[in-house]
Nanobody, 120 residues
Framework: QVQLVESGGGLVQPGGSLRLSCVAS????????MRWYRQAPGKQRELVAV???????NYQDSVKGRFTISRENAKNMVYLQMDSLKPEDTGIYYC??????????????WGRGTQVTVPS
């Protein structure tokens, strides 16, 4: 059974930092592309950051220079370090896994999300 469990969300003042964590089980973690998405109230879910099995990363323009995605394959963990937080970063943050990358038939899995609130 595949599980993705996020943690680390909370209430933080503008300019503050949070570190989100996601632990995966039931998948060959190192062979999966890992992503963080977020969904603000009344808006569609959007991609925030991605880290591939190679370690290469990409970010949404609005978080470049402020957020850092990383992974620790030995612990089946992916992280999102969020600095200089803004009210527009408020939302539920979801961990997503896609893979395995060595197959043509990939699966996707989602966590239940963790709430991040940055008051204005």
């Amino acid at each position: 059974q595949v599980q993705l469990v996020e943690s680390g969300g909370g209430l933080v003042q503008p300019g503050g930092s949070l570190r989100l964590s996601c632990v995966a089980s039931g998948i060959p973690f190192s062979s999966y592309i890992m992503r963080w998405y977020r969904q603000a109230p009344g808006k569609q879910r959007e991609l925030v950051a991605v880290i591939r099995s190679s370690g290469s990363t990409n970010y949404q323009d609005s978080v470049k220079g402020r957020f850092t995605i990383s992974r620790e394959n030995a612990k089946n963990m992916v992280y999102l370090q969020m600095d200089s937080l803004k009210p527009e970063d408020t939302g539920i943050y979801y961990c997503n896994a896609e893979g395995p990358v060595f197959t043509s038939s990939r699966s996707q899995y989602w966590g239940r999300g963790t709430q991040v609130t940055v008051p204005s």
